[in-house]
């Protein structure tokens, strides 16, 4: 991931990975990707809508294979959702049950990776994470949610890939869905960011430390924190739970 350059605040893809090129423009998959991402993400693109492959071609003026590209990305993130003689649709709005399913996921194996990178994490990741989290923490309050949440998936991948562990590519599977609902849920005018901003930096002293305990139960701390917000946002539906909130 170093040397990656940061366009806008998407460092990394779903999948993990620096976006290509170092600076150039992405290849055209990635690039029609990121706009149905950032469509489906920002609500522009309403669960069970339809996308047609051939409607997109006309409309972007490209052919169909960068397009179908494309959308199996985005069925990788489960974003999008292809059943037999129905096409392809936005995946549905994520359920009380399958949030609370995807935060008990991510306490563990997120708290492992955070672990794993503050014994693998190279000099130059650790300083890339410390740029994000400065930045995060000087905008909280002030940026839009959306520059907020791509700062914190560029912050979370920096770690996450640094831990050196095939398991990335879990996180990368629910990962699209979780920031779909990290815009409604778990940011607010509460001052939520500014906590978040906080636990960034208790994470990342870890990170620094190579103190691997420490790093697991700050990102544990974090994602517990979000998920008191998304948790809320379904109530009276998810009721109360038990175990790292989860």
């Known amino acids: 991931m170093t040397g990656a350059i940061m366009r806008g605040h998407r460092l990394f893809d779903a999948t993990g990975r620096a976006l290509p090129g170092a600076g150039l423009p992405p290849a055209l998959p990635d690039h029609i990707r990121q706009g149905l991402e950032r469509d489906i993400i920002e609500g522009r693109l309403g669960a069970g809508e339809r996308v047609a492959e051939d409607e997109l071609g006309r409309r972007l003026g490209v052919s169909r294979t960068p397009i179908r590209e494309a959308m199996r990305m985005l069925e990788g993130q489960a974003l999008l959702v292809r059943r037999r003689g129905r096409g392809t649709t936005v995946a549905a709005r994520t359920s009380p049950e399958q ?54 998936s560029d ?42 901003a906080s636990q960034h930096a208790a994470i990342v002293d870890a990170l620094a430390a190579r103190d691997a305990a420490a790093a697991q139960a700050a990102m544990v701390a974090h994602l517990n924190s979000g998920w008191a917000r998304v948790r809320g946002s379904y109530a009276p539906e998810l009721g109360e739970v038990s175990g790292h909130g989860a």
């Not at 190279?122 to 700062?151: C, H, K, N, T, Y």
């Not at 629910?174 to 779909?180: A, D, E, S, T, V």
């Open 155 to 196: 912050l979370h991948w920096a770690i996450y890939n640094s831990a050196d562990s095939d398991l990335v590519s879990v996180v990368a599977a629910y990962w699209g869905r979780l920031q779909r609902e990290l815009y409604g849920r778990a940011y607010g005018a509460d001052g939520s960011a500014a906590g978040y």
């Open 99 to 152: 949030a609370r399913a995807i935060y008990a996921v991510r306490f563990a194996l997120e708290g492992h990776l955070a672990a794993c990178a503050a014994t693998n994490i190279s000099r130059d990741d650790l300083a890339l994470v410390g740029r994000l989290r400065d930045e995060f923490a000087q905008r909280a309050g002030a940026g839009p949610a959306a520059d907020l949440v791509g700062i914190d």
